[in-house]
């Protein structure tokens, strides 16, 4: 913490005064998001009144401004200009309400990289998140093994959590509207967890409770059951650790293969598979048996079908944001809350040549980003934090192709001040000298 304390103790400019009011903003931002934005409007504002480089100037803001251009012009095209088939089920005033996931993003992926420009600034963002996640973790572990439901006040009732009950089957949510969520910002914050963890330091309180933190998101993860979550566990260590931890990381994942593989696969159906899989919890079970999937209205694949023929129907324009939902019930008379995959939530919505561009600009900061970041030039004990930016973008981008937690407004957040960090990456001119 000693680079937060800096801040909070030095004479300070507009911009430090910005950073502060941006640290505190993410603490609160995954317990309390409303008290959370309070904090980074004014840090972002500040940010954008005090860069020197005015956001048309920044090439990186080209694609984005472009992919906010053509979005805009779909959603009037479908509101004003083309015609709306499916008026009676859908409103196309949705597409211009849906313009709030995007384009207000395309600023704060701007305004806050001066609060990520270094690595002992990127150090203390990893921090805060960590911190501000103690919230979901203790009331998620409330809620799967002491029932909390809520609701739970603090700060004299300026803060209340409402908690769901855990359906059967069902994993921890925490303080987020379902289990996916919960597992896809844990997902975010177990890379930051394992980076603070494995830094050098002596400090044995700081290491008890970097540790801490790592048993309690794995576990928390894990609880979600959600697959997603459980893969990310798996795939973090060796990215954010190297080479390294392959040589341990591989045979643990080769030999939980294998062990599913015969716990689940009719090759070995007899008495033993069944005596083992009967030891395995019946949420875990459902996760990869065919039992989980008995009584499913449709399968993945007829979503993905279904999302084509949208698709389809409108490359240019899209349907309209929130079409899918409702089309989807129409035809099948089965509910669905998305497409199952952002790119064809977003085409449905916008457009393939938007989705194209918001698409290949950002595999294109993943890409140069890990150029750097993963430069065999470069000691990876210095850069252990900015390999879990990389990261927890690269796995949440991967994991939006099987199914959409974008939407809620904490995780959309996040996934654009991590592009933002790793844009200060490429920028760097001096990274790789800062680095060594």
């Known amino acids: ?66 992919f906010g251009l053509l979005i805009l012009i779909s959603a009037i095209s479908q509101n004003y200009l083309l015609t709306n088939n499916y008026s009676e089920i859908w409103d196309s005033k949705l597409s211009l309400i849906g313009l709030g996931n995007w384009i207000p993003f395309i600023w704060v992926f701007w305004a806050s990289q001066p609060y990520l420009n270094s690595e002992s600034k990127r150090r203390s963002f990893s921090l805060i998140l960590v911190a501000g996640t ?5 009331t998620g572990f409330g809620q799967y093994f002491l029932n909390w439901t809520g609701p739970l006040q603090t700060l004299n009732g300026l803060i209340i959590w409402y908690q769901r009950p855990i359906e059967n089957p069902g994993g921890l949510s925490g303080l987020f509207s379902n289990q996916n969520y919960a597992a896809s910002w844990l997902n975010f914050v177990w890379p930051f967890c394992i980076a603070l963890f494995i830094k050098k330091g002596n400090n044995l309180f700081k290491k008890t409770a970097a540790l801490s933190f790592l048993i309690s998101t794995g576990l928390a993860a894990f609880l979600t059951f959600s697959r997603n979550a459980w893969l990310g566990l798996f795939t973090s260590m060796p990215i954010v650790l190297g080479k390294k931890i392959l040589k341990f990381c591989l045979p643990l994942i080769t030999i939980t293969i294998l062990i599913l593989f015969f716990l689940f696969s009719p090759v070995f159906d007899g008495e033993l598979q069944y005596s083992l899989r009967n030891l395995l919890p019946g949420k875990i079970l459902l996760e990869f ?30 349907i309209g944001a929130g079409s899918f939902t409702e089309i989807f019930s129409l035809n099948t008379n089965f509910w669905k809350g998305h497409s199952h995959n952002l790119f064809f939530e977003l085409s449905i919505s916008y457009g393939l040549p938007a989705t194209i561009i918001f698409l290949m600009t950002t595999i294109n900061i993943l890409y140069l980003s890990s150029k750097k970041i993963f430069s065999s030039k470069i000691n990876i004990e210095f850069n252990y934090i900015d390999r ?41 001119k001096d990274y790789r000298t800062e680095a060594q």
């Open 289 to 318: 048996s065919n039992e989980g999937y008995e009584g499913l209205d449709v399968t993945r694949m007829e979503i993905y079908k279904s999302a084509f023929e949208l698709i389809k129907a409108n490359p240019f324009f899209g």
């Open 388 to 428: 879990a930016f990389w990261t927890a973008l690269f796995f949440f981008i991967i994991s939006q192709l099987a199914d959409v937690q974008y939407f809620e407004g904490r995780i959309s957040l996040i996934t654009w001040i991590l592009m933002a960090g790793l844009k200060n990456i490429i920028s760097d």
């Open 134 to 138: 103690f919230p979901v973790l203790i």
């Open 1 to 66: 913490m000693r680079e937060i304390k800096l801040y909070f103790s030095k004479e300070k400019n507009l911009e430090d005064y910005g950073f502060i009011l941006f640290i505190i903003g993410i603490f609160f931002l995954p317990s309390t998001m409303a008290i959370g934005i309070l904090f980074l409007l004014p840090a972002l504002i500040i940010a954008s009144l005090s860069r020197d480089k005015s956001f048309f100037k920044d090439y990186w803001n080209l694609p984005f401004l472009i």
